[in-house]
């Protein structure tokens, strides 16, 4: 025997298995690219060195992770489906004399030519295209564009690595297959799953009850805070609930229409119905992972997409005001030299603040129950939705602020919630009961914590005794010395933002010895950050959205060849008993509607009752836009919807062109 002779072999099995095979080859080149390009951008030294790079390579260090994780699982998953599909080769091979060792060779051969050739097409791409990658990020996060090229050792080292123990462990799996077989189980390999499943009630109950569980989260989550941790546990419930009712509730739908005879009984639906029972179990799993990676595209190119839209909204809301001081008062400190400090900076510029806004205050954070503020640390509960923060805030400071002369007694307070209406008569602090005489409608519109992730009260109290004296309690409480109470200053500018970000810049020198613990704050200052942060996250989310579109596409193709190998032989039966091709058409068109855009519908049902919960994420990272948000996730649906549209045309073509090669008209 010829010393080439496996190695010639397994040449010739993947020209033969080409259809199947090419594929495959083109996703791993994909992902092999995309790996080299996150991970060449998260090693950037370049990056790192500018202003937020440090922010953007720990986001694309989370990508990386992502996309190794997602690499092995997927390459894993579909390298099984070619290895059904040649059982019955192997099985062949082996009955006409070739020993498994044997087979193990050819496929030996074979794994290393698909890694030579994704991994050397793959890092070439990657190397190629790592540039472009790298501009069109700086580009997203308006860093400036250095000259050079370079290629990235580690990037090269993660590639090698990963991939090889990716393609070994395919290797291994497929030889544990094939060496557990008997010659005979070989040859049935692509025909198993025949015998008709049973309807799973259980299974369709626990699936309902999960989906509805995660729809009833997102629906039911107020706060901002509980949605970072109920959103992940909802998503664990809709994952297990898609693949329960994808699995056991599609098999008893299609039993439901079987029972209705009118629909049931028709040539495009019959052998369509009577087709996908037969193999739901099997195709359940495919269509469920489409659908969950349609919903997850969905979501991450939406909220990236809408941060990245909304960044002007998001750094308004965030800093309503140009220039924003809060700052603790030292004993030795006043208010009015606070002011004067600032008055001297704004004249060295000649400018002059607008909408200015200040006023003294003590803030509380804690749980809220019924009436009650929880503040000390040891009694207060992980319950997100009950957490609060509470400003109180002089009589005086309110009265010049609003324009009124209102009143109030030694314990009265007037009230103003950010979020719920404060239902309560009462509040009790710190072991002191207030009274509320008044609830306001409205407060300043450029307030010290406008948009608050936990939910904010206003609390007007009657002067700076009863202030101080809540302050002197919160900190005996804690154990601290007495820090007296914050004072907070903000005032807009009319200047460009170089003006702008030299005022912020004297004023934080002017007041950082003078008063510790400042914190100033400015949108142009924040500019930076901000653009660092959630360009990063847009550029993140649009190509981890393009690996996992890559990785639908793949999956409908392969179970649209699937689905045509395996109704091959039945349709030639069809149409040897009278159906014509137009009928084998109409009921191919049937299936491949009904089953293969039920994972795009469900994906739509996802978005729809994870949108609630959603925008109260993306309140977390001050978005709050809502109308900017749904009008991003519906072009996004869109757009996925006619891409989905257009692959599937593709597909279904192959599908008919296989079911019908070979029968007559």
Known sequence: MSRFFYAKLAATNLKKNAQTYLPYILTCIGTVMMYYIMVFLSENEGLGKMAGGSQVQMILNLGCYVIAIFSAIFLFYTHSFLVKRRKKEFGLFNILGMEKKHIARVLAFETLYVAGISLGAGLLGGILLSKLIFLVLLKILNFEVPLGFEVSGPALAAVLVLFAGIFLLTLLNTLRQIHLAKPVELLMGGQTGEKEPKTKWPLVVMGTLSLGGGYYISLTTQSPLAALTQFFFAVLLVMVGTYCLFTAGSIAVFKLLRRNKRYYYQTRHFTAVAGMIYRMKQNAVGLANICIMATAVLVMVSTTVSLYIGMEDVLRTRYPQNIMISTPMPAQQ???????????????????????????????VGNQEGDRLITDLSNISNDFSSVREFYLIPLEDYNRLA?????????EILIYSSASKYEEDTLTVLNRTLTVKERLDSFFENNLNRVSISGSYYVVVKDMDVLKALAEAQAEEKGDDPTGYRYYLGFDLEADEADISAVYQDIRTALGSDYPGSSIESPVAARESFFAIYGGLFFLGIFLGALFIMATVLIIYYKQVSEGYDDKARFEIMQKVGMSREEVRGSIRSQVLTVFFLPLVTAGIHIAFAFPIITKLLAVLNLTNVGLFAWCTAGTILVFALFYALVYGLTAKVYYRIVSCGTSG
Do not use: C, P
Not at 336 to 358: F, I, P
């Open 334 to 364: 006043s208010v009015e030299g606070l002011q004067t400090s600032v008055k001297e900076v704004l004249a060295k510029h000649r400018l002059e603040g607008k909408d200015r806004l200040d006023y003294r205050y003590v803030a509380f």
């Open 403 to 411: 324009k009124r002369t209102a009143s109030l007694e030694d314990d």
